[in-house]
């Protein structure tokens, strides 16, 4: 499973660096310490915490292109024989793309994750950020 800096982490939940802080020293968050002393976020911990409650819509501050990309973090991976069902979390965006069960196959896509939603029109694509 994926590790996160905290910087990392911060950009994905759309909070303050401090506040991801306080989300693991109060137990909300899975951390652990590297040998140097970094912090690192457990990835299925932030994908758990990363799910929105229905009641915190909020619309974007600003319109935007079509074409869009939003940098996240797998939430959810629901497969069947021939599709599958992904969920990003981006910020305090929730992005579901149905995708084939091929390519979920092949991206090897679980919770936890790093991905981009890239969005063109009414198609929400998902790809991998190289490391």
């Known amino acids: 499973m994926p590790s996160y800096r905290l ?6 939940l759309g909070v303050s660096v401090d506040t991801v802080r306080r989300m693991v020293d109060d137990g909300r968050l899975v951390g652990a310490r590297t040998s140097g002393g970094q912090r690192l976020i457990d990835g299925a911990s932030l994908a758990a915490i990363a799910k929105p409650k229905r009641a915190d819509k909020k619309e974007a501050a600003v319109k935007q292109s079509a074409r869009n990309r939003f940098p996240g973090i797998v939430t959810r991976v629901v497969k069947d024989r ?3 069902q992904v969920e990003i979390q981006a910020g305090p965006y929730r992005l579901v793309s149905l995708i084939t069960r091929d390519a979920a196959d092949e991206l090897d896509l679980k919770p936890g994750m790093p991905a981009v939603a890239v969005v063109k029109a009414t198609n929400v694509h998902v790809e991998l950020p190289r490391e």
Not at 7 to 12: D, H, R
């Open 7 to 12: 910087g990392q982490a911060s950009k994905m």
């Open 82 to 84: 021939v599709a599958a």
